[in-house]
């Protein structure tokens, strides 16, 4: 169940696409450099492509993640997925300027679909790109497949903290 006031619809068709990657260019031993975020709520495992407008994330699906239950991904575990998958594209920027990643808020998701919930020892992809950015302000729209069937999408509005 959702642990949110967030409506989520699951949709049992199967939508499928390819997502090509190549070699990953942030492996797990260093993504923690690119996100604010620290173990146990982290969501990505790898930084597959990375650019000032898009981002393709992967995710190692793990049983004993405090956000799989009976052996899925939640809910929760893929809105968080995706939010991570946006917030590394600022934090890849930030690295780049050697400087930390800025925590990010998630202010707005709208449109929200959820096809169905990935199974644990599975690897979700997300690819997040920006459709608008005013300051610090970022509309991003997310998608999610594994086993290139989607997931889930979403549009969100994220509000990314100035660094002290």
């Given at each position: 169940?959702?642990?949110?006031?967030?409506?989520?619809?699951?949709?049992?068709?199967?939508?499928?696409?390819?997502?090509?990657?190549?070699?990953p260019?942030?492996?797990?031993?260093?993504i923690?450099?690119?996100?604010?975020?620290?173990?146990?709520?982290?969501?990505?495992?790898?930084?597959?492509?990375?650019?000032?407008?898009?981002?393709?994330?992967?995710?190692?699906?793990?049983?004993?993640?405090?956000?799989?239950?009976?052996?899925?991904?939640?809910e929760?575990?893929?809105?968080?997925?995706?939010?991570?998958?946006?917030?590394?594209?600022?934090?890849?920027?930030?690295?780049v300027?050697?400087?930390?990643?800025?925590?990010?808020?998630?202010?707005?998701?709208?449109?929200?679909?959820?096809?169905?919930?990935?199974?644990?020892?599975?690897?979700?992809?997300?690819?997040?790109?920006?459709?608008?950015?005013?300051?610090?302000?970022?509309?991003?729209?997310?998608?999610?497949?594994?086993?290139?069937?989607?997931?889930?999408?979403?549009?969100?509005?994220?509000?990314?903290?100035?660094?002290?």
């Amino acid at each position: 169940m959702p642990d949110s006031d967030i409506t989520v619809f699951l949709h049992f068709t199967t939508l499928t696409k390819m997502i090509k990657v190549n070699a990953p260019i942030v492996d797990s031993e260093s993504i923690l450099k690119y996100i604010p975020q620290r173990p146990p709520i982290v969501l990505i495992s790898r930084i597959y492509q990375c650019n000032e407008n898009s981002v393709i994330t992967g995710f190692d699906i793990s049983n004993d993640h405090f956000l799989t239950q009976n052996g899925k991904l939640t809910e929760s575990g893929v809105i968080e997925n995706m939010a991570q998958t946006a917030a590394c594209m600022a934090g890849f920027e930030a690295v780049v300027k050697n400087s930390p990643p800025r925590v990010g808020f998630i202010a707005n998701i709208k449109n929200l679909v959820i096809h169905f919930l990935p199974e644990a020892c599975n690897e979700i992809l997300t690819e997040v790109k920006t459709k608008t950015q005013v300051m610090n302000v970022s509309i991003i729209e997310a998608s999610s497949y594994c086993q290139n069937k989607l997931v889930a999408t979403c549009e969100m509005k994220i509000f990314l903290q100035e660094n002290a």
